[in-house]
């Protein structure tokens, strides 16, 4: 059936309606066959309006023509209208272009409409709540009252669906439920829907009544499940104490509590603090996203430089859109930094590094404090100490103050008279307030003021071997015993022992005798081992000694 025709630039526009006389909750067909009676158009939009689109309407569909519609050429369009809950007379628009998008002649006539019946299927549904708003985890008591509205038995179901603000199910709550109407009855359902962790926001239960399978009633009740903004902040540092140029690692974390609220944007700020309250160092830690229940964690740095003793603060603040959501707390000191070995850096230099017994050396050295305090008494002791026995041998002094950065550089000369020959280790030490500190260090050599020419640590006018063979194992002819080649008081080796025998004797048989002996004599006196004793000795009769 034609509703009647509009004429649009140069189209006609047909409409129809199947069914033309509907029961509620059947789906309506609305077609419109648009003909051209003029220049070629394209890209035509067409809405699809159940009411005045100027005066309040619901917008049933937008379509568009994609395709070019020639002269004389006409394009169908069909869109299905739900009619459940809708049991009433309905005018439906259709218009052209509402955007006036396309050129036309007249403007005023790029629309039609036509009214449509629906009947009523005699079923109506009322959905309420027992409130409007909800936390997490807090039940919806949801009642429906069902109405017969027809002097007859009715059996129908039941949907009831838990949708969000963009209609989609979050819960179906109750399927195809079977109630039984006495005529003229109404049923009343309760029902318990729990918001749990559902995010918070806008939401909708809707009731659906079927006849047959057919929806034929609807009705629907908003409501909000409101934001839960539990959160939570932690500040902590890595130790409690520190001294002068040390890392303080700052941890912070914040834990959202909220089951069903996603925080963005969110700002932590973090603020160090002495105590008197100046802010030492700041930053801001942006978190774009922290979801319900998740939690989020990062490390900052600051380091102690020369900043004094005394107590520090570090405060974390989270605020979302500038309004403090969660906060903590928490202090660290600053020591002294002499209590730390942290004050006082330096050098220390011998000159020369080697000297005979009895001659003189200079000790120069430097200090520098380094630390966050003051030092109005500084000892500065330098000892030598023999390396063989670690004893200290020698200990001089000196004294200073230092304030912060400030250097004191001194020297003292030492006299080797008396002191024993060897290895020794210079050492400059810092005592603040009786405790000591290990500063620098520098090696000393002291030698023998006799000569030894074969360096064997005998003088030359008590060492009988002036030439001593000082390798390390006793080797005869280029056979090594691997016995340990010992030397003696008097400055001569097991090995220069055997040398003499080969310039005494006439033939080989007398030096495997006389090394014999030697032997003899060293295992006797402890010296060498049996085993030691059988392997110089076969060294000895493998020789081509003499």
């Given at each position: 059936?034609?509703?009647?025709?509009i004429?649009?630039?140069?189209?006609?526009?047909?409409?129809?309606?199947?069914?033309?006389?509907?029961?509620?909750?059947?789906t309506?067909?609305?077609?419109?066959?648009?003909h051209?009676?003029g220049?070629p158009?394209?890209?035509?939009?067409?809405?699809?309006?159940?009411g005045?689109?100027?005066?309040?309407?619901t917008?049933?569909?937008?379509?568009i023509?994609y395709?070019?519609?020639a002269f004389?050429?006409?394009?169908?369009?069909?869109?299905?209208?739900?009619?459940?809950?809708?049991?009433q007379n309905h005018?439906?628009y259709?218009?052209?272009?509402?955007e006036?998008?396309i050129?036309e002649?007249n403007?005023?006539?790029?629309?039609?409409s036509?009214?449509?019946?629906?009947?009523?299927?005699?079923?109506?549904?009322?959905?309420?709540?027992?409130?409007?708003q909800?936390?997490a985890?807090e039940?919806?008591?949801?009642s429906?009252?069902i109405?017969?509205?027809?002097?007859?038995q009715?059996?129908?179901?039941?949907?009831?669906?838990?949708m969000?603000?963009?209609?989609?199910?979050?819960?179906e709550?109750?399927?195809?439920?079977v109630?039984?109407?006495d005529?003229a009855?109404?049923?009343r359902?309760?029902n318990?829907w729990n918001?749990?962790?559902?995010?918070?926001?806008?939401?909708?239960?809707?009731?659906?009544?079927?006849?047959?399978?057919?929806p034929?009633s609807?009705d629907?009740?908003?409501f909000?499940?409101?934001?839960?903004?539990?959160?939570?902040?932690?500040?902590?540092t890595?130790?409690?104490?520190y001294?002068?140029?040390e890392?303080?690692?700052i941890?912070?974390s914040i834990?959202s509590?909220?089951?069903?609220?996603?925080?963005?944007?969110?700002?932590?700020?973090?603020?160090l603090?002495?105590?008197?309250?100046?802010?030492?160092?700041?930053?801001?830690q942006?978190?774009?996203?922290?979801f319900p229940?998740?939690?989020?964690?990062?490390?900052?740095?600051w380091?102690t430089q020369t900043?004094?003793?005394g107590?520090?603060?570090?405060?974390?603040?989270?605020?979302d859109?500038?309004?403090?959501?969660?906060?903590?707390l928490t202090?660290?000191s600053?020591?002294?930094?002499?209590?730390?070995?942290?004050t006082?850096?330096?050098t220390?230099?011998?000159?020369?590094a080697e000297?005979?017994?009895?001659?003189d050396a200079?000790?120069?050295?430097e200090?520098?404090?380094?630390?966050n305090?003051?030092?109005?008494?500084?000892?500065l002791?330098l000892?030598?100490?023999?390396?063989?026995?670690?004893d200290?041998?020698?200990?001089l002094?000196?004294?200073c103050?230092?304030?912060?950065?400030?250097?004191?550089?001194?020297?003292?000369?030492?006299?080797?008279a008396?002191?024993?020959?060897g290895a020794?280790?210079?050492i400059?030490?810092?005592?603040?307030?009786g405790i000591?500190h290990?500063?620098?260090?520098?090696?000393?050599?002291?030698?023998?003021?006799?000569?030894?020419s074969d360096?064997?640590?005998?003088?030359?006018?008590?060492?009988?071997?002036p030439?001593?063979?000082l390798?390390t194992?006793?080797i005869?002819?280029?056979?090594?015993?691997?016995v340990?080649?010992?030397?003696f008081?008097?400055?001569?080796?097991?090995?220069d022992?055997?040398?003499?025998?080969s310039?005494?004797?006439?033939n080989?048989?007398?030096?495997?005798?006389?090394?014999?002996?030697?032997?003899?004599?060293?295992?006797?006196?402890?010296?060498?081992?049996?085993r030691?004793?059988?392997?110089?000795?076969?060294?000895?009769?493998?020789?081509n000694i003499?």
């Amino acid at each position: 059936m034609n509703w009647g025709e509009i004429i649009f630039m140069s189209l006609l526009i047909l409409k129809t309606f199947d069914p033309q006389y509907p029961l509620e909750g059947e789906t309506v067909i609305i077609s419109a066959t648009i003909h051209n009676r003029g220049k070629p158009v394209e890209g035509i939009k067409v809405n699809f309006y159940d009411g005045d689109p100027e005066s309040g309407s619901t917008l049933i569909e937008e379509e568009i023509i994609y395709s070019t519609i020639a002269f004389g050429g006409s394009e169908m369009l069909e869109v299905s209208w739900e009619t459940i809950g809708a049991a009433q007379n309905h005018n439906i628009y259709i218009v052209v272009d509402p955007e006036n998008m396309i050129s036309e002649e007249n403007e005023e006539n790029n629309s039609a409409s036509a009214i449509i019946s629906v009947e009523s299927s005699q079923l109506a549904v009322d959905v309420s709540l027992d409130k409007s708003q909800y936390e997490a985890g807090e039940n919806v008591q949801i009642s429906t009252v069902i109405i017969n509205l027809v002097s007859e038995q009715r059996v129908v179901t039941v949907d009831l669906l838990i949708m969000d603000s963009e209609g989609n199910t979050i819960s179906e709550l109750v399927l195809s439920e079977v109630v039984t109407l006495d005529p003229a009855e109404s049923v009343r359902i309760e029902n318990v829907w729990n918001t749990v962790t559902n995010r918070a926001g806008n939401y909708v239960v809707v009731a659906v009544v079927k006849d047959n399978g057919t929806p034929r009633s609807t009705d629907s009740v908003d409501f909000t499940i409101t934001a839960d903004f539990s959160i939570s902040a932690q500040v902590v540092t890595d130790r409690m104490a520190y001294f002068s140029y040390e890392q303080v690692e700052i941890t912070s974390s914040i834990r959202s509590f909220s089951p069903n609220y996603t925080f963005s944007d969110l700002n932590a700020a973090i603020t160090l603090k002495n105590t008197s309250d100046d802010i030492l160092h700041s930053i801001d830690q942006s978190i774009n996203t922290l979801f319900p229940l998740s939690s989020e964690q990062w490390a900052t740095y600051w380091n102690t430089q020369t900043y004094p003793p005394g107590e520090y603060t570090v405060a974390l603040e989270v605020t979302d859109g500038g309004v403090e959501e969660a906060g903590d707390l928490t202090s660290f000191s600053i020591l002294p930094s002499y209590e730390g070995d942290k004050t006082l850096q330096g050098t220390l230099t011998v000159d020369p590094a080697e000297v005979n017994r009895g001659e003189d050396a200079l000790l120069s050295y430097e200090v520098v404090n380094v630390g966050n305090v003051n030092l109005p008494e500084v000892n500065l002791l330098l000892k030598i100490v023999q390396v063989e026995t670690q004893d200290f041998i020698v200990d001089l002094g000196d004294q200073c103050s230092l304030n912060l950065g400030e250097y004191y550089s001194g020297f003292r000369t030492l006299s080797t008279a008396g002191m024993p020959a060897g290895a020794c280790m210079s050492i400059l030490l810092g005592e603040i307030e009786g405790i000591s500190h290990t500063v620098a260090a520098d090696p000393l050599t002291i030698k023998s003021q006799y000569l030894d020419s074969d360096d064997d640590g005998i003088p030359d006018s008590d060492d009988n071997c002036p030439e001593t063979n000082l390798e390390t194992t006793i080797i005869i002819d280029d056979c090594d015993s691997r016995v340990k080649n010992q030397l003696f008081n008097d400055g001569c080796t097991m090995s220069d022992l055997i040398v003499e025998c080969s310039d005494n004797v006439k033939n080989h048989g007398k030096f495997v005798s006389c090394v014999s002996h030697l032997t003899n004599d060293w295992k006797k006196e402890r010296l060498i081992t049996g085993r030691e004793k059988g392997a110089i000795q076969r060294c000895a009769a493998k020789s081509n000694i003499p």
